[in-house]
Nanobody
């Protein structure tokens, strides 16, 4: 069974840092694009950052310059380094990945990890 397991969330003061991890496990032939999304209370889920299989990265304007997405292809893991955290970064963070264990790629989601930024 293929799944994404996240870790690294928690409570941090404004200006602090956190590092999220998301590991894909199961029968995986290959991993394509990976990304992080977040959902704050009362808001829709929004895209935060993405990284291609070749390492090309993109960021939402709200996090550009503060967050860094990276991946370890050997471990099928994606990371999100979050620096200079702001109150408005408080949300449940979800990883997303396109995984192939047969002929086709399918979208998978992690269970979410809470990030709370306090003043």
């Amino acid at each position: 069974q293929v799944q994404l397991v996240e870790s690294g969330g928690g409570l941090v003061q404004a200006g602090g840092s956190l590092r999220l991890s998301c590991a894909a496990s199961g029968s995986i032939a290959s991993v394509n694009n990976m990304a992080w999304f977040r959902q704050a209370p009362g808001k829709q889920r929004e895209w935060v950052a993405g990284i291609s299989s070749g390492g090309t990265t993109n960021y939402a304007q709200a996090v550009k310059g503060r967050f860094t997405i990276s991946r370890d292809n050997a471990k099928n893991t994606v990371y999100l380094q979050m620096n200079s955290l702001k109150l408005e970064d408080t949300a449940v963070y979800y990883c997303n990945a396109q995984l192939r264990n047969g002929l086709y790629y399918y979208d998978y989601w992690g269970q979410g990890t809470q990030v709370t930024v306090s003043s």
